[in-house]
C-alpha cells in the first residue's frame, strides 16, 4: 500500500506540472480527492486492513492527502499570478519613448467652455483677470458686504485654513482687489473685467453638487451702467455658449453684493425641463446669479458709488459645462477620469 502512496504522489506532481488553467486543477482536484479518487480509493482501502496496520497506513493516506490539498492551493495562486501578469502583458501600456502628437492630451470640457466664454467677452473690452484660491476672511466676505456673523455666510460652508485664511467660496473674493488695482472707470469707458476660478465649499457630494468647483465673474463698472446692459450681456453669453436660443427665466436672487439681485435659469438641457436629479427635479437650473453692484462694494473698492454703478455676474462655470455637454454627474469632472472625460472633447 505504502507503494502505491509513493506511486499517486509522483503521478500527482507530474498531472499538476502540466495544469494551465482553474479548469485543468479542478479536474485534477477531482481525480485525487474526490468521491472516486485516488487517494480517496486508499482511504478506503484502509478498511481491509488490521487495526494495526491502519494505524501507520491511515497517517500515510492522511499525509499525502494533505500534501495534495496543501499543493493544490498553492498552484491556484500560481495561476493567479500568471493571469494578471498575462493581463497586463495584453493591455494597452503606455511607451515614454513614443515621440509627442500621437495621443496627445485634450481640454478638460471646464477650461474649453471657459476659454469660449473668455474669446466673446475679449470682444467685448473685457480684460481677464485671475484671482487667488487662497483669500482672506475679508476679501472673501467683508468686502462684499458680508460682514462677520452675517447668515449669508451660512450658505457658503466655508474651507477655513489654519492661518485664518480661507480657500475661496466664490469668485467674488477678486472683486475688492480688482476694483482697487483698476480704480474708477474713465468717463465713456466702462471697466470691464471677467476673473475665472476654482471656489471650494464644504458640499455633501451628489449628481450637482461637488466641493471644488468653476464659476466665472464678471464685473462692469461705468457711469451709465443700468439692468438693460447686465440683461443684454447674459443673453449674448448663453445665446453664444449653447449656440442657439435658451430658455431662460429671470426671478428676484437675494446676495448681500448686488442691489437689486436675480437668479437667472437656464431649462435644464438633459431633461429638457421635466425634472431629473441633475435640477432637483425642478426642470431649471440656477445657473447665473447677477444684479447691480451695491454701493457698499463699490465704496470698498476705491470707487465712488454716487457717481458711478456696475453690474456683476457670477457664472456656474461647471454647470454650464455640464448642460452644455449634457454630463448626468458633477463628479466626473475632478475624477480624473480620461477616457470619460475625452468623449466630450475629441
Ligand atoms: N458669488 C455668488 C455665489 O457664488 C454669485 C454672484 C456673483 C451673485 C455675482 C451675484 C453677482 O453665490
New binding site residues.
Given amino acids: 500500500m505504502l507503494e502505491n502512496l509513493e506511486k499517486i504522489k509522483q503521478q500527482f506532481s507530474e498531472e499538476l506540472n502540466a495544469v494551465n488553467s482553474n479548469a485543468e486543477l479542478e479536474k485534477i482536484r477531482v481525480s485525487f480527492l474526490g468521491k472516486k479518487g485516488l487517494v480517496t480509493e486508499q482511504l478506503k482501502n484502509l478498511r481491509d486492513l488490521t487495526p494495526e496496520e491502519k494505524k501507520t497506513a491511515g497517517m500515510q493516506v492522511n499525509k499525502l492527502k494533505n500534501e495534495i490539498e496543501q499543493a493544490i492551493v498553492e498552484y491556484q495562486k500560481t495561476l493567479e499570478e500568471k493571469e494578471y501578469l498575462q493581463e497586463i502583458e495584453n493591455s494597452e501600456h503606455y511607451d515614454y519613448t513614443i515621440p509627442g502628437g500621437r495621443g496627445a492630451g485634450t481640454l478638460h470640457p471646464i477650461s474649453i467652455v471657459q476659454k469660449q466664454i473668455e474669446d466673446i467677452f475679449k470682444t467685448m473690452g473685457f480684460i481677464i483677470e485671475d484671482g487667488l484660491e487662497i483669500q482672506t476672511e475679508y476679501n472673501n466676505f467683508e468686502a462684499?458686504n458680508i460682514p462677520k456673523n452675517h447668515p449669508a455666510r451660512d450658505?457658503?460652508d466655508t474651507y477655513y485654513l489654519d492661518n485664518g485664511q480661507l480657500l475661496k467660496?466664490?469668485?467674488?473674493a477678486a472683486q475688492n482687489a480688482i476694483m482697487k488695482k483698476y480704480g474708477a472707470p474713465k468717463t465713456g469707458e466702462p471697466l470691464r473685467v471677467l476673473f475665472p476660478g476654482r471656489?471650494f465649499r464644504n458640499e455633501n457630494l451628489d449628481a450637482s453638487h461637488e466641493n471644488t468647483f468653476f464659476?466665472l465673474?464678471g464685473i462692469m463698472i461705468g457711469d451709465d451702467i443700468s439692468i438693460s446692459n447686465l440683461i443684454y450681456f447674459m443673453k449674448v453669453l448663453l445665446s453664444e455658449v449653447f449656440e442657439r436660443d435658451v430658455k431662460v427665466r429671470l426671478r428676484p436672487?437675494f446676495?448681500p453684493?448686488?442691489e437689486p439681485?436675480f437668479e437667472l435659469d437656464i431649462n435644464c438641457e438633459i431633461c429638457e425641463g421635466s425634472g431629473c436629479p441633475t435640477c432637483k427635479h425642478s426642470g431649471w437650473l440656477e445657473l447665473l446669479?447677477?444684479?447691480m453692484i451695491h454701493p457698499n462694494v463699490l465704496r470698498m473698492g476705491g470707487i465712488d458709488p454716487d457717481k458711478y454703478t456696475g453690474f456683476?455676474?457670477?457664472l456656474g462655470l461647471t454647470r454650464l459645462a455640464m448642460m452644455k455637454y449634457n454630463i448626468k454627474d458633477i463628479r466626473l469632472f475632478n475624477s480624473g477620469n480620461i477616457k470619460q472625460l475625452r468623449q466630450f472633447t475629441r
Fill in positions: 462684499v450658505m457658503q467660496t466664490h469668485t467674488s471656489c464659476q465673474e436672487g446676495f453684493f448686488v439681485g446669479p447677477c444684479g456683476a455676474f457670477g
